[in-house]
């Protein structure tokens, strides 16, 4: 199934489907809502900033497979990060309209640099790349612990002590994109730096069961939010979805990297990969991965969520394509197999974003299906080579066409 012209085309046509559906979250007061089970915006919840520039990064996607009406969401969701969630007085950017918090996130930080690249990218962003440059270079980006911190108040006058693993994996992502925008290569080094403390480092040390959360040393916490064990962004243990997307990152860093990448990337991809195979696939006797294991490689959270079955198509693609290895391609097509059964909603649209531990639909977690980021992403990966960035790519014509 991978890599043939009859796949290619059924991912092109699910890619422009999902797409569509999510065309609907455009928000009339600026910025996009989330969307219900039926795609329906849900217009008495605040809009989020993660929401907001993951869905511009996703329509910039969708102009440049030339979806009408794509750019114009582009320039819909630009606006909303130009001004709507953008703080003017002291700069950066809110989580939410309305927000219960005023705090600034590094992880809604990340996403405003990625939308912000893809909209470079399409000729839609203005000064919002170079201002979300700005913003990681003065209050995010710590040189001398090569990662970036958390969370700052809204005046950046106090660093919140909690460190995290998931803002600095969408960190390197946003780098990444940013220094193929068109950005300083320096960002490109950056993320290698990430991905060596968290993927070299941590992980490695760990036996790939990486702990998601630190203190301000960076020493891990490995019993935090054990009360909270299903936390949407910080959930106890070992999140298996991240090891799978770490994995990809860096495959991405490697190939962002070409021959200055270091040796132990794909080794280690090769091994964060396979651990979360086995910890997370069918562990519990039915398909699909459960949500999170604790420290000795246990299920502890058994729902199976959209995204990470989404990032282990793209990252059992990577693998394919940098080592040829079977077992990758064979992987893949179980994945995509399973996708198709259980989360491919052909009534609804787009995927179920949670089903529990039956594969039954479910909204424990995630209710709704407010993210076509992780999906888009998944359907146009196996299809592209591992550099540049998704965007970027495109606009150069590399995307391998359909049938």
Known sequence: MLGTGAHRAELDAECRRVLRFAAASRHPDGGFAWLDERGRPQFDRPVE?????????????????????????????????????????????YAAVRPTDSGKKAYEH??????ASSAAVVGAGGTLLADALGVQQRHFWREDDGMVVEEWDRPWRTLDRYRGAN??????????????????????????????????????????????????????????????????????????????????????????????APDWLLPDAAAMF???IELGWAVDGADGFVYTVDFAGRPVVRQRMHWVVAEALAAAAALHQVTGADRYATGYDRT????????????????????DPTNRPSATV???????????????????????????????GLLDSPG
């Open 110 to 115: 990340a996403f405003v640099l990625l939308a």
């Open 336 to 355: 995509w197999d399973y996708a198709t059964r259980c989360l491919v909603d052909p009534d609804g649209g787009s995927w179920w974003h949670e089903l």
């Open 167 to 260: 803002a600095n994996m969408h960190t390197v992502e946003a780098y990444l994109a940013a220094a193929d925008a068109g950005a300083d290569p320096v960002w490109r080094e950056r993320a290698l730096r990430i991905t060596e403390r968290i993927v070299h480092r941590v992980a490695r040390q760990s036996g790939w069961l990486l702990p998601e959360h630190y203190d301000p040393g960076w020493t891990p916490l490995p019993e935090f939010n054990r009360d909270r064990p299903a936390d949407q962004f910080r959930p106890y243990g070992v999140t298996i979805g991240h090891l799978i997307e770490w994995s990809r990152l860096a495959l991405d860093v490697r190939a962002a990297l070409g021959p200055a």
């Open 274 to 276: 396979d651990r979360a």
């Open 49 to 93: 900033g993660y929401v907001t520039a993951r869905m511009t990064h996703v329509f910039a996607i969708g102009t440049l497979l030339g979806l009408p009406g794509q750019d114009e969401l582009v320039a819909h969701g630009v606006a909303a990060l130009r001004d709507l969630l953008h703080d003017r007085e002291y700069g950066g950017w």
């Open 366 to 396: 995630w209710p709704g299906k407010p993210d076509a980021y992780h999906v888009v992403q998944a359907l146009l990966l196996p299809r592209l080579p591992l550099a540049p960035t998704i965007v970027p790519a495109l606009a150069r």
